[in-house]
């Protein structure tokens, strides 16, 4: 039987099915993935998580390994050139999560703008005294302008769901995007723009080098003094230090963050604020979606294993197919 190394339990469904077809080790119980794949060298599949770094040396530890099915969308963790030189496919969960995604975005963008978290955590200390007309005040929505940053899958489905809520949703997109201009009347417009002109700026964009910081302290120090900033997209895309200082000046209104720098660390001053609101990495975490996304990886194994092409090979292998 075909060996098979999964980081961590996930859907039991997904490893009965697993363990159908193969023989299934789990990383957890072998002291950990790098620990494990020494171990298990003979393994011809992988299946990570977003937490695990999947690194040149991990992969040259697997000498007969035939993909890396990573359970998430966003696969910064992988070092895809390691990955492309070895002929090691990789795949991600696209799709599946897109929805419970924007739905958290939505959440934050909600929960920072009218400060849901703060009158929850005031109430709790027993210091709700009866309705005031000054108390916590927030900012609204409806007529406010939407900048999503990264007009993907996801960052197209939040902006469906702010148009809902009477926002102005702009765009920033590395490439035109006609189709959503036309269809669904959204402007692109450059980053500058964006930056200058939203009242709310969503991050949806796929982390690389190239984009590191792109949230730095000049480009927070643009934004309006009122605005909300959300990231459910990677941590390093902002600068989390740059962040704190705005924020504790006042500088924006609020933020809503569910991903950061050096998960699981959180920066201490950001964990100080009243006007941030953090949240653990929870973007796709609906049973239903994570289920989907367990699913899939199986596929992707299976297929993958059988010699056969998966489905969702990262766009990286895509290109190389294609270029064949
Ligand atoms: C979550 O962050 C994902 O990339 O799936």
Known sequence: ?????????????????????????LADQEGGLPACCRRHADAEALISFLSDPVGRDLVASLPRLKVIANFAVGYNNVDVAAALERRVLVTHTP???????????MALILAASRRVVEGDALVRAGDFHGWQAGLLLGKELNGSVLGIVGMGRIGLAVA?????????????????????ERKFGFA????????????????????????????????????KRDAVFVNTARGPLMDEAALADVLARNELFAAGLDVYEEEPKVN?????????????????????????????????????LAGRKPKHLIPEWKERLKKK
């Open 188 to 223: 692109r417009v450059t980053f500058l723009e964006l930056i200058r002109s939203a009242d709310v700026v969503s991050l949806h964009l796929p982390y690389s080098p190239g984009v590191h910081h792109l949230f730095s302290h000049d480009v927070f120090a643009l934004m």
């Open 95 to 105: 799709d599946v999560l897109t929805q419970a995604t924007a739905d958290l975005a």
């Open 268 to 304: 201490d001053r950001l964990r100080k604020l009243q006007n941030v609101v953090l949240l653990p990495h929870l973007g796709s975490a609906t049973g239903a979606t994570r289920r989907r996304m367990a699913m899939m990886t199986v596929e992707a194994v299976r297929q993958a």
């Open 1 to 25: 039987m075909k060996k098979v190394i999964l980081a961590h339990p996930y859907s039991a469904e997904a490893v009965e099915r697993l363990r159908r077809d193969f023989e299934l080790v």
């Open 160 to 180: 469906q769901r702010a148009r809902a809520f009477g926002m102005k949703v702009v765009f920033y997109s590395r490439g035109p995007k006609p189709q959503v």
